[in-house]
């Protein structure tokens, strides 16, 4: 899965002609305006005949900024619902005291196979 979505994501997301960093758990930029995304599961769903036939993995995408996070969280959402992830909520707007950033997490699953 961590493959997928780093394929998904890419590097960098380009929102009004400016590259925000895309890194998988932590980064350790410079940048006032990043993402940050992070594999939560993968559990078993279906079974059959003793087997497990397909798994819902599930994945949190956290958007930090000093300005507007609103355009960010809508790209990523399309990218993922594009790439057939479902949508299963957003976080409640957060301000981190230590970096003085704003933060928002959206969070996806996908029936994998």
Known sequence: MNKEVKSILGEYLLIDNK?????????????????????????????????????????????????????????IKEIMLENDYVWTGDSAEMYEDDTELNHKTSSFEKEMI
């Open 19 to 75: 590259k925000i960093p895309v890194k998988h758990l932590r980064y350790r930029g410079k940048e006032k305006t990043y993402i940050v995304w992070t594999i939560l599961d993968q559990n078993p769903e279906l079974f059959g005949n003793d087997e497990v036939l397909s798994s819902v993995g599930s994945v949190d995408i956290d958007v930090y900024s000093d300005g507007n996070l609103l355009k960010i969280i809508k790209k």
